[in-house]
């Protein structure tokens, strides 16, 4: 018997392009455009951008307030049709909803995010987003820390989570004022300082609510009880 020959079906050359191959062609050409030249991200503007995830790109959303630093930022990584409803399920299967509040390095960010980016992303794979993304929670906290001159010492007070990273410093700038002249001598043999620090999800009830009470009213009540 003889063996068929196959080949695969494809556009015969000189012939136009139907609607949905040419849509197809259209946005890999843009996909390629926007990643040869993306669009500066300018820190501050709240506009969302393109990060890289592994081999892949995806769409992050800056958390307000947390969106002017140079080094770091705070971001929510969502759906690439985000804010529609189907993207919204279909993100929350994929993982996407579930990250919450991450730091993102802006050495990480390839620019503001364009729709054209969409098909690089998890999603358009139908994939979920990896356990580790390489971006920790963005949490904050505040390490009332008393120190001996060796460097040896212990955690006094611990303030958060704090939603915001200007949060935390101004409250560590309210309790160093606090200290202000009188941080080496209100421990004996100990310096003690306020300083910002990552909020420990997993040791949480070691923490001190910020919002609850005044902060330096938690710092007096600390140092008494260090001191009675």
Same mark, same amino acid.
């Given at each position: 018997?003889?063996?068929?020959?196959?080949?695969?079906?494809?556009?015969?050359?000189?012939?136009?392009?139907?609607?949905?191959?040419?849509?197809?062609?259209?946005?890999?050409?843009?996909?390629?455009?926007?990643?040869?030249?993306?669009?500066?991200?300018?820190?501050?503007?709240?506009?969302d951008?393109?990060?890289?995830?592994?081999?892949?790109i995806?769409?992050?959303?800056?958390?307000?307030?947390?969106?002017?630093?140079?080094?770091?930022?705070?971001?929510?990584l969502?759906?690439?049709?985000?804010?529609?409803?189907?993207?919204?399920?279909?993100?929350?299967?994929?993982?996407?909803?579930?990250?919450?509040?991450?730091?993102?390095?802006?050495?990480?960010?390839?620019?503001?995010?364009?729709?054209?980016?969409?098909?690089?992303?998890?999603?358009?794979?139908?994939?979920?987003?990896?356990?580790?993304?390489?971006? #920790? %929670?963005? =949490?904050?906290?505040? /390490?009332?820390?008393?120190?001996?001159?060796d460097?040896?010492?212990? @955690?006094? &007070?611990?303030?958060?989570?704090?939603?915001?990273?200007?949060?935390?410093?101004r409250?560590?700038?309210?309790?160093?004022?606090?200290?202000?002249?009188?941080?080496?001598?209100?421990?004996?043999?100990?310096?003690?300082?306020?300083?910002? #620090? %990552?909020? =420990?999800?997993?040791? /949480?009830?070691?923490?001190?609510?910020?919002?609850?009470?005044?902060? @330096?009213? &938690?710092?007096?009540?600390?140092?008494?009880?260090?001191?009675?």
């Amino acid at each position: 018997m003889t063996p068929r020959m196959f080949r695969r079906c494809g556009t015969v050359p000189g012939t136009a392009l139907t609607p949905e191959d040419q849509a197809v062609v259209d946005a890999f050409r843009a996909m390629l455009t926007a990643v040869r030249n993306p669009e500066p991200w300018t820190p501050g503007r709240t506009q969302d951008v393109a990060v890289r995830i592994g081999p892949f790109i995806e769409r992050a959303q800056p958390r307000p307030g947390d969106d002017h630093g140079t080094d770091q930022i705070a971001v929510a990584l969502v759906h690439p049709d985000t804010p529609h409803a189907a993207a919204y399920l279909h993100g929350h299967q994929l993982g996407y909803t579930g990250k919450g509040w991450l730091r993102c390095e802006t050495t990480a960010i390839l620019g503001a995010w364009q729709p054209a980016y969409a098909m690089l992303t998890h999603a358009a794979a139908g994939l979920p987003l990896p356990d580790d993304v390489g971006m #920790a %929670p963005a =949490h904050y906290g505040v /390490h009332v820390e008393a120190r001996r001159s060796d460097g040896t010492g212990y @955690t006094l &007070l611990r303030l958060g989570p704090y939603t915001q990273t200007w949060l935390a410093s101004r409250d560590a700038d309210r309790l160093n004022t606090e200290l202000e002249g009188k941080a080496a001598t209100v421990i004996p043999g100990f310096t003690v300082t306020a300083k910002n #620090a %990552p909020f =420990h999800v997993s040791d /949480h009830e070691s923490y001190a609510d910020p919002y609850e009470a005044d902060v @330096t009213a &938690l710092l007096a009540d600390a140092l008494a009880g260090v001191n009675a």
